[in-house]
């Protein structure tokens, strides 16, 4: 219809008209033109927000496994120190054999955390939500991002060495599982105490093993740490976009 006046305008030489047609369609092109930018604006707004949420939400539940793994490390250290105790002592009574027992079945399940990160690859993967966020924020990102790959790394190395010299390696060390049910297996000694003090090897395996608890321990510790400062970045930068 718009173009039959333009064509009629310039039949009838109504050169005003023509212009104010013209002046018309630009109008229109330039507002469509505004509102798509506009609407691909609010896209990527939403899109990057809604990746932020779900990366909080990966940050915190990576948060929650690392103090599920610390504590149950912290809470058997009295039983674990009581077994050390009783290994340098060579103290054979019922509760010193008993707390070595507990601290082998402790040390031997898997304490490494299941951390999540599929945000964080999409986030990482996606620059049209990184064009939206500020430079301090994208460094921690990119922080975060590493140090998530370091321990999950590291730890899992530190955890295949402590299995190549595990305690529960040792032939001195057996399990008893009643009706074949390992879950509720507990540790036994092929002997007695006095013997166990005297072999280096089960003495290296028991230290070694509790020293790779310590070591996770901090690390995950450290890291914890540094992942409620990462928190503390994404909720400053959902902030700021909205």
Not at 44 to 59: D, H, Q, Y
């Amino acid at each position: 219809m718009l173009l039959r006046r333009i064509t009629k305008h310039v039949k009838d030489q109504n050169w005003f008209a023509v212009v104010l047609d013209f002046a018309i369609v630009v109008a229109g092109v330039m507002i469509a033109l505004q509102l798509a930018n506009w609407s691909e604006a609010q896209s990527r707004k939403e899109g990057a927000t809604n990746t932020l949420l779900r990366l909080k939400s990966e940050v915190a539940i990576n948060i929650t496994a690392l103090e599920d793994r610390i504590n149950s490390i912290e809470t058997s250290r009295s039983v674990r120190d009581r077994a050390l105790l009783a290994l340098a002592q060579c103290d054979g009574e019922d509760d010193a054999m008993n707390a070595v027992s507990e601290t082998i079945s402790g040390m031997s399940g898997d304490t490494l955390p299941s951390f999540v990160d599929s945000s964080l690859r999409e986030l990482g993967r996606s620059d049209r939500y990184l064009d939206l966020l500020t430079d301090d924020f994208r460094a921690a990102f990119n922080i975060y991002d590493a140090r998530l790959a370091d321990e999950r790394s590291q730890l899992k190395i530190n955890f295949e060495l402590m299995w190549d010299d595990h305690i529960l390696r040792n032939p001195a060390v057996y399990l008893v599982a009643p009706e074949g049910d390992l879950s509720g297996a507990s540790v036994a000694f092929v002997h007695p105490m006095a013997e166990l003090c005297d072999d280096p090897i089960f003495s290296r395996q028991l230290i070694m093993t509790e020293g790779w608890h310590q070591v996770a321990t901090t690390r995950m510790t450290r890291f914890k740490r540094q992942s409620e400062e990462f928190l503390l970045d994404i909720d400053a930068e959902l902030e700021r976009l909205n």
